[in-house]
């Protein structure tokens, strides 16, 4: 059973908007922080944004002010709302659970991945 799967990755215009969502399995939810990665060709994967069980969250530099993370605790949802895309913003974005409970923005201590959703930002 897939612990966390990633959806709502697509095509957008600079300055467009997309919100992913990532499902998450209840056990992995409620025992984990929770974030979003991006990787794109050619580059290593980076911290987006994570969401600590207390619901702090961290902000990478690049997205602070333009990108919201967010969960749904009777969904155990996980989301990533992104407004002014920009074309650099474009990438493979994963979810992912930590093995601690508050954020992080280090791909190392995170212990599950989903498979990835796709998001092109044309100019």
């Known amino acids: 059973q897939d612990q966390l799967v990633e959806s709502g990755g697509g095509s957008v215009q600079a300055g467009g908007s997309l919100t992913l969502s990532c499902a998450v399995s209840?056990?992995?939810?409620?025992?984990?922080?929770l974030g979003w990665f991006r990787q794109a060709p050619g580059k290593e994967r980076e911290g987006v944004a994570s969401?600590?069980?207390?619901?702090?969250?961290l902000y990478a530099d690049p997205v602070k002010g333009r990108f919201a993370i967010s969960k749904d605790n009777d969904r155990n949802t996980l989301y990533l709302q992104m407004n002014t895309l920009k074309p650099e913003d474009t990438g493979m974005y994963y979810c992912?659970?930590?093995?601690?409970?508050?954020?992080?923005?280090?791909?190392?201590?995170?212990?599950?991945w989903g498979q990835g959703t796709q998001v092109t930002v044309d100019s």
């Open positions: 992912g659970a930590a093995q601690k409970w508050w954020p992080l923005l280090t791909g190392d201590a995170y212990k599950y």
């Open positions: 209840a056990d992995t939810y409620s025992r984990h922080a």
């Open positions: 969401i600590g069980l207390d619901g702090r969250t």
